[in-house]
C-alpha cells in the first residue's frame, strides 16, 4: 500500500487540500481493527491526519462498515 498510495498522497499536497481522517474505536479491538490501525499508521507516514479516539463501550455507534464526512473551507 505504501507506495501504491504514495501519488496519491503526492496529488493530494500538491493542490493543497486538507485530508483528515477520525476513527472511533471502543474496546476490546478485533483483529481487524488491529489491521486496519496498522494501516493507519502507514497512511499517517504518508503525511495523512488520522486521529483515533476510544470511545467508551456502551456508546451506540452507526452500525455502518464506514461512514464519511466531507468538509471544506470557504
Known sequence: MHQADRRLYDDI??????Y???RLVQEPLTAYLDYELLAYRIRANLG??????RCDSALNLP???FF?????KP
Open 63 to 65: 452500525n455502518e462498515d
Open 48 to 53: 495523512e491526519v488520522i486521529g483515533v479516539v
Open 13 to 18: 499536497r500538491s493542490r493543497g487540500i486538507e
Open 68 to 72: 464519511d464526512w466531507t468538509i471544506s
Open 20 to 22: 483528515s481522517r477520525i
